[in-house]
């Protein structure tokens, strides 16, 4: 109980007692703790190296060009040390009825792709422990970056997976394109958050627009299982099985096309009904993309607009290059820059999604 006063007594003689003030801008000050340019710059350079082995490892389906060399080690690849056992590979090779000419070219392309999951392992555990030793890791950012290690770890799984289990085996590419989509989708949108203060996201995230982030999720969700029908179209070398478009063999359904039991693995297996469903899915991706494209138009945010124009012009260059790609039966070229344009696509959409959620601040007059 505070002591009575008399109604005489004299008070704001004593000093009063200052209360500490709060500082302003703490969220901030907290989210620029730890070098938050040099982590973006690391987690960029990973996702260019998943890009990369991405497309790669793409093309190497597409074109035919896959060599499963016996004896490679699981994690460092069959380096040529051992003349003996590669004499073995090559008369294995030759066995296959493939030109023996090719066979060092083929060698030190599959060699070298099948490095790059490695080596996104090795420049993640690189940077981890620098910038764990140095302490310059943002402040909440240990479990998300021991989350792209993990990532990081279960593409060589699934990289050693596809080998031993053949590199024809359509399950096995199915789980290394999603583990390569999903770790560049990861990178990148750390990235995207690295770019802007934590307070910034916060305040952006109030102003976000909600009917576009949602399609934007819609279509990432669609494009990630149309990769993974295209990682199917090329170990089953599909691509090349129905050379006509709209129609396919001259009817609107491949011939025989849920012959497989159960009907679930004509998915997997059934070559006619992949490239179906990768047609039909690439058409809603598009059209769905359109939707968000209109939906994105009346944003007051021109960032946000710009974001869902770039997203829909590579949408649309996709399904070009998809109906160039059946026509011209896969041929390498047409492969890569369908391939590219895939990984290219994903990041406008992950992009165009980020900017939906959280708006980049604008004057009013910049809004026009």
């Known amino acids: 109980m505070s002591k009575t006063r008399s109604i005489f007594e004299e008070v704001g003689t004593e000093a009063p007692v200052e209360k500490p ?61 051992d003349s003996a056992r590669m004499q073995d590979a090559q008369e294995a090779y030759a066995q296959t009825g493939a030109d023996p ?36 890791l943002p402040k909440g950012w240990t479990l998300r970056v021991l989350g792209i290690g993990l990532l990081s770890g279960l593409l060589v799984g699934a990289g050693i997976l596809r080998h031993a289990g053949g590199l024809a085996d359509p399950y096995a590419a199915a789980v290394q394109v999603g583990m390569g989509y999903g770790l560049v989708g990861v990178l990148l949108w750390l990235g995207f958050r690295l770019r802007r203060s934590e307070v910034e996201l916060l305040q952006a995230r109030r102003a976000r627009d909600t009917g576009a982030f949602g399609l934007a999720t819609g279509i990432m969700h669609l494009a990630f299982v149309q990769v993974l029908l295209g990682g199917v179209l090329g170990a089953l070398d599909a691509g090349r099985g129905f050379a006509d478009w709209p129609l396919m063999a001259g009817g609107i359904l491949p011939p025989e096309m849920f012959t497989l039991t159960p009907v679930w693995t004509n ?31 009346r944003s007051a945010n021109r960032h946000t607009r710009r974001a869902f124009d770039w997203m829909m012009v590579i ?47 604008q004057s009013i007059r910049g809004s026009a």
């Open 267 to 297: 998915l997997f297996e059934n070559a006619g009904s992949v490239q179906f469903f990768h047609r039909i899915l690439g058409y809603c991706v598009a059209i769905l993309g359109l939707g968000a494209w209109l939906k994105a138009r």
């Open 21 to 81: 003030l709060v500082q302003p801008g703490a969220i901030d000050r907290a989210a620029r703790r730890g070098a938050r340019g040099a982590v973006r710059i690391w987690l960029v350079l990973l996702a260019v190296v998943a890009m990369v082995f991405v497309v790669t490892s793409g093309v190497t389906r597409v074109s035919g060009t896959a060599l499963d060399i016996p004896g490679w080690h699981p994690f460092y690849g069959g380096l040529p040390l």
């Open 101 to 136: 000419g090719r066979y060092s070219a083929l060698y030190w392309w599959n060699w070298g792709q099948r490095q790059l999951d490695r080596l996104i392992l090795v420049l993640w555990g690189l940077g981890f422990l620098g910038f764990l030793m140095f302490r310059k």
């Open 315 to 361: 949408l649309f260059g996709q399904v070009v290059l998809g109906v160039g790609t059946v026509l011209y039966a896969a041929q390498w070229h047409m492969a890569l820059t369908h391939q590219i344009g895939a990984v290219l696509a994903w990041g406008l959409i992950l992009r165009a999604r980020f900017l939906a959620q959280y708006p980049v601040a």
